[in-house]
């Protein structure tokens, strides 16, 4: 039952199913068991078939689970019993656990034969090791309350009286990942953390329904291994979400389906961006708010509420997009904007050296890229104070084009900054890259019209790359500001083709800082998984029956700071 606005891109929130798994199973899902305090007799009453599962490091939650003392499955999700195999190594010893007919030094596993008192079991390295020397879990996640997606309080949090998660441990504050895992944040420094980087390795093609097929793995660079899990997420694309200036709103676009409102506004709309979670969030032009879409529930309609203004004097506001670090940032005249969570402003740059902004990015380094409207892309490293000139756009487009200008940024799944550019001469229209420093076209009007004959004319407004490596790009297509709904959503495939989407939207010209777009995945199944001493982090999951690509997500949450590392990759389904 779809409860929630499906997940974006952009990061990339979720469309959530029901699974019908007890707590105590879930903790081995998210969890090492031992660290979860879970029994093999506490799983074998929960879950038919949880303790084979558990051990294959398959299954996984689909976005949400049943409150605590339920056993009422969803309908809509069927859970088979898995048969539960006789061990055929009677004969393991404290610590070890029976792999391939044969007993392994790994005390981790849901069905290894427990370490001697009082030795205890090294959640990193898989041994029996003396008191005090083991890195072990603190905490067990725990459902927090009787809601449709409860939270799970993790290490560092505890449930407060059902109402959610709170700090714990020492921690003073509480930070929860994607698929509502939570976890203590800003904790005494002791344990894992210092997270510096996350990557997620090649997925090879697999086979439709193939059990455990795609089998993913991270790894992770940290000062601190211990306490660290990875949350994993199998994702599918579903539509696209598009503003449009004259249109004072926003367009719902299924892939193959019929384009229709989402959101409609009594001014026009610009950019447009989502968090993690999936939620929407939009500029209006005039009044330089930053809104967002509430999840509707009961199949009510999308309902948007006041996030964030820019700060008066500031200019217009352009486009926004969100961080590494999970925030919102925004570009108005001269200046890039950080807001907190709670709407306010945390951090002001200035580029005085620039025209107005038109556009923002963060590249595969963590650099913030902000482009001015021609011709200078401009760098924030990660470690910088202010902004640099990067790139200049001029050798993109033509020598005789009229006043282009840069539009959309975004970081494509090769590593490559892409840009849109939307010209004042209705046939300059461009996309480029930017490559080790240096802008070159990609495309323009010839290659749009050759595939799709109905392009006249090329403004190029917002970009976004989906899950299979498709650039979705809006296009003005009307010869100057003629106020016509001829505006066009193009797809450049991985083949090299270009394919029209969807038409009949009416962007605004010449200013051009909407036709912004989010592309909308959904959460299909997601697993948790303990980081190990070398610090990679595994996990399965079940092939979908349905042929195509699909995105894969890795979210490490830094128990010191609070901070979501994420990296992401596609798989093959044939």
Known sequence: MRVLPPLLHGLTPAVLRKRSVAPCALAVVLLVAEAAGCSRADLAKSTPGAESAAGAGGGGRSGGEMSPGSATPDPGLSVPPTPVPTSPCPTCQPGQACRDNACVDDCRPLDAVACEAPTTCDALSGRCVPPGASCVLTGKPVVCGDTEFPPHCGPGSRCENGQGCVAADGCARVVCDASGFCRGADCPQVGGGGVRQVTLAALPDVAAGTAGGIKAEATVLADGLCGLSATFELRKELELFVSAYNDKGIWRIPLGG????????????????????????????????????????????????????????????????????????????????????????AQTWTITGSTFLTGLVFDKDGALLAGQHWPTIWRLGPAAMTFEAYVDGTPAVSPTAIGPWNEGLTLGPDGIIYVGVFPVGELDGVIYTIRMGRAERLLGLAEMNRDVPET?????????????????????????????????????????????????????????????????????????????????????????????????????????????????????VR
Not at 487 to 493: D, E, F, K, S
Not at 544 to 569: M, S
């Open 258 to 345: 019929t384009p229709a409102h989402y959101i409609t506004e009594t001014e026009p709309i610009g950019g447009i961006t989502a968090d993690r979670k999936g939620v929407l969030y939009y500029t209006l032009q005039n009044t330089n708010t930053i809104r967002r879409v509430a999840p509707p529930t009961g199949g009510a309609a999308a309902v948007a509420e006041a996030f964030a203004m820019a700060p008066p004097g500031s200019g217009q506001l352009a486009r926004i997009t969100f961080g590494p670090d999970g925030l919102l940032y925004g570009v108005a005249g001269q200046r890039v904007f950080r807001f907190n969570a709670d709407g306010t402003v």
């Open 456 to 572: 006249l004319y090329a403004g190029v407004h917002g970009i976004a790359f989906g899950a299979d490596g498709t650039l979705y790009f809006a296009n003005q297509n009307t010869k100057g500001s003629t106020g016509e709904p001829l505006g066009q959503v193009l797809a450049l495939r991985p083949s090299g083709k270009i394919e029209l989407v969807a038409k009949g939207l009416n962007y605004d010209w010449p200013r051009g800082y909407d036709g912004d777009i989010v592309v909308s995945q959904e959460t299909v199944t997601s697993t948790a998984a303990a980081v190990d001493m070398t610090g990679r982090a595994q996990s399965a999951f079940d092939a979908p029956t349905t042929p195509g690509v699909y995105g894969v997500r890795v979210l490490v949450t830094d128990p010191r700071t609070g901070a979501i590392a994420e990296a992401r990759g596609t798989v093959t």
